[in-house]
Structures are given as structure tokens and as C-alpha cells.
């Protein structure tokens, strides 16, 4: 979502004679774009900003803008910590940051962007904010209530991606698969978007499971230009910590759900947070026991980090070091995951999307070697013949 975000407003400043550079001392202008799901990435974001002041001093007409949800969180507060700061842009008003750069004197020019394709993946934007209330969560509120874009306007901006040479399309939202349109459901729209011409894959990123249903799983069966890899937060095993963080379901239908993903041949990736205030020994186990349960081909596993003016920041929290004991425990768990998943990839037939021309990711998100060179962006069948730590080998 931050990567679209960046592209985006990227985008307007290539509009105004802006060329991306990842070297901060050649450049004039640093955009940070910032994070607030956990404190720790709000607290890098901010020492970046600190780093900042010298690099502001080093050259003159040196500008900075700061943007994203910790921007929306902070606001303009943060213009009294760090005075040198230019532009504050949040989260929310990614829609009028072309305004914005304007107020600020970023003016346009005659310079053409470079909008050729860099890699592989084309990001669109199909809804923004979150219609959930999960106890531990800030995305609400700096994010704000769903908004989902016309399908109009995402299959027009799924085109230009496929047009500039982006064979694959990632479909994203806070919660991706919340999209609807009067009759239409996010998993038209998925049949929709692999339709385009040009377009080889298409995937997404967050589902919430609260929307993986049987009409879901039936409308995309059959698609084989929807990417067989999912990425669903399960966030606990314990369905008391699920009731207790109201992500909505219990353990045994976050279960349920992966088990007819897998049916369908999805590969399936978690996030897991530990150390919820609530959360018992017991529970804990919970999550251990799902991870072997649910057949993850990898986790995201986070300490809970408690987030001002959210209903579970009001609890007490754990002792500190039960929840580095509990990550380390879990990380060692799912540390296993990927080498394992790798290697039960051995002996399938497989559709790789080649990124290099010997290297590609198959539908199920694994990346893999061929044989032979092949195009960048073609679509390659062949047979998973090997696997050594997390890349596949192919035949061909
Ligand atoms: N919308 C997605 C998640 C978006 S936030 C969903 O509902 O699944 C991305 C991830 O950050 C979450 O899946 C969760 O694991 C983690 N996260 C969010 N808030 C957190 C907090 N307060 N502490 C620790 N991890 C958190
Ligand atoms: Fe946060 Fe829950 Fe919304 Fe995901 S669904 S963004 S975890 S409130």
C-alpha cells in the first residue's frame, strides 16, 4: 500500500521536473512516506526525519516532505518538533497531494515522466481505509472509513499499468476484498482486471477472511490468471484473543477458510501478532498449534505494539520479556515454513512469470530457476524438479 502510495506521489513530482533518486545527497527533495501500524515504525520514520536536519543544512533550496499515516497521526504537531520540516501530507489526503504541491510551490513543468515499467508488479489502488475495529488497530483510524474506487477508473489504471509494461497487476486495499460496486464483488472485479489485454497475473494484498466465502472461492476457481497465493492474517490462533481483538471469526473458521484455499491449490502466508494484552500461555500455544495447523508457507509475526486511542491500548500490557520469549518461540516455528513449503512444490507443474530471464515467481509465489532464458514477462510452464532453501528448479 505504501509502495503504491510512493509511485503515486512520485508520480505527481515527476509531473513538476522531479527525478526519483535513491541517493539522499543528490537529492533535492526527500519525500518520506511513513508507517504507524506498530510504534517502531513510526519511531524509524521519525529518526529519519531527524537525520534529516543536517542533510537540510548541507545544501540550500533542499526541501522535505512528510507523508503517510504517521503524518496523519502526528499532523501539523509535527512542524513544532522538527521546524525544518516543509510539508506534512497525511495518509488521508493522498487524493490532494497535487493540490497540495501546488499551495506549496511545486509547480508544474514541461518534463515528460519516465513511466516505463521497473519491474514486474504494477500496483492499483482499488479502496482505501477500514471498516473493521479490530482492538489493537490505528489503520481506522488515520486511514479512515472504506472508500472503494470505481471500477471504472481501476480498470482503467490497471490498462495503463499493463500498457507500460507491467504484466502483473497487485489489486490493494486495507482490506482488498471489502471492494464492492452496487452488484459487483471483488472477485468480478479479479475476473475483470485478468481479462485486460496484456495482463498475465493478477494478485492481491490484504484480504480480510471475513470475505473469503464460497461464492469468493467459485468465482475465481476457475481463473488461472488469479494468482494461487494469498496472504491472510489469521493475527491469533486462540479464538478467545480473536473474540478478544474482534477480527470476527474463531479459530476453526479461519481454518476452514485456508482449508478450501488449499483445495483450490492457494499457497497461503500469515500475520501473527504476539503478546496480545489478553493473551495466556495457553493461548499463546494456540497460535504455535495453528501455524501447524493452517500449513503456512510463511508468517509475518509481530510483537503487539499498543497504539494510542485504540480500545486494547487501554489494557495492561505484558511483561516485556514474555513478549520477546513468545516471538522468539514463534519465530523459531515458522522459520521451517518456507524451506518446507519450497520443497512440497517439488514434482508440480507450475506457471512461472519470468522477472529475470532465467528467474520468475510461479502462481503460488514461490520463486524458482529455469533452465533456459526466457523473456522477462512471459508466462512459462514447466515442472518443479528440485528445491534448495526457498528457490525451485525447473525442467525447462
Ligand atoms: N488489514 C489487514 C492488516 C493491516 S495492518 C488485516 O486486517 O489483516 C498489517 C499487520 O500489522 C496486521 O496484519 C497485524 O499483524 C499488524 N499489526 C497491526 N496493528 C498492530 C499492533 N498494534 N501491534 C502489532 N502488530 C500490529
Ligand atoms: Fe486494522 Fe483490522 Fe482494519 Fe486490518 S481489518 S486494517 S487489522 S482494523
Known amino acids: 500500500m505504501n509502495l503504491a502510495d510512493s509511485e503515486e506521489m512520485a508520480g505527481h513530482l ?19 512516506n511513513t508507517c504507524t501500524v506498530r510504534d517502531h515504525a513510526e519511531h524509524r520514520a521519525l529518526s529519519f526525519l531527524g537525520r534529516l536536519r543536517q542533510w537540510k543544512r548541507e545544501k540550500s533550496g533542499r526541501r ?3 507523508a503517510g499515516c504517521a503524518a496523519q497521526r502526528l499532523g501539523q504537531k509535527l512542524k513544532k518538533t522538527f521546524p525544518y520540516l516543509d510539508v506534512v501530507s497525511g495518509a488521508r489526503e493522498i487524493d490532494q497531494f497535487a493540490q497540495l504541491l501546488d499551495k506549496n ?6 518534463a515528460a515522466p519516465n513511466t516505463a515499467a521497473k519491474d514486474i508488479t504494477g500496483y492499483v489502488t ?7 475495529a479490530c482492538t489493537y488497530c490505528i489503520v481506522p483510524t488515520v486511514r479512515g472509513p472504506v472508500h472503494c474506487l470505481p471500477s471504472t477508473e481501476i480498470l482503467r489504471n490497471a490498462v495503463q499499468k499493463a500498457a507500460q509494461g507491467y504484466p502483473e497487476i497487485m489489486l490493494l486495499g486495507q482490506t482488498v476484498n471489502a471492494w464492492r460496486e452496487n452488484g459487483k464483488t471483488f472477485a468480478d472485479l479479479l475476473n475483470e482486471v485478468s481479462a485486460l489485454p496484456g495482463v498475465a497475473r493478477v494478485r492481491f494484498v490484504s484480504p480480510h477472511p471475513a470475505f473469503i466465502t464460497p461464492p469468493f472461492l467459485a468465482a ?13 492474517p489469521a493475527q491469533s490462533g486462540s479464538t478467545k484473543v480473536l473474540q478478544e481483538m474482534k477480527r470476527g471469526y474463531t479459530r476453526e473458521m479461519f481454518l476452514e477458510k485456508t482449508a478450501a484455499l488449499k483445495e483450490l491449490g492457494f499457497a497461503i502466508s500469515t500475520d501473527l501478532i504476539v503478546g496480545f494484552p489478553t493473551e495466556t500461555e495457553q493461548d499463546f500455544e494456540q497460535t504455535l498449534s495453528l501455524v501447524e495447523q493452517a500449513g503456512f508457507a510463511t508468517a509475518y509475526c509481530f510483537k503487539y505494539s499498543p497504539r494510542q486511542g485504540t480500545p486494547a491500548a487501554q489494557l495492561n500490557l505484558l511483561d516485556e520479556k ?10 523459531n516455528k515458522v522459520k521451517g515454513l518456507a524451506e518446507r513449503a519450497y520443497q512440497a512444490q517439488v514434482g508440480r507443474e507450475v506457471t512461472v512469470l519470468m522477472e529475470s530471464e532465467n528467474k520468475g515467481r510461479t502462481s503460488e509465489n514461490f520463486w524458482i530457476e529455469t533452465k533456459k532464458s526466457y523473456t522477462v514477462g512471459s508466462i512459462v510452464n514447466s515442472k518443479v524438479i528440485s528445491a534448495k532453501d526457498t528457490l525451485l528448479i525447473t525442467r525447462d
Open 14 to 32: 515527476a509531473m513538476r521536473g522531479y527525478i526519483l533518486t535513491d541517493k539522499l545527497d543528490e537529492a533535492d527533495l526527500a519525500l518520506v
Open 64 to 66: 522535505i516532505i512528510f
Open 105 to 110: 510551490g511545486f509547480t508544474h513543468s514541461d
Open 126 to 132: 482499488i479502496m482505501r481505509g477500514c471498516d473493521f
Open 220 to 232: 475465481v476457481k476457475d481463473n488461472p490468471k488469479i494468482a494461487r497465493h494469498i496472504h491472510l
Open 322 to 331: 514474555i513478549l520477546e520469549q513468545r516471538l522468539d518461540i514463534l519465530l
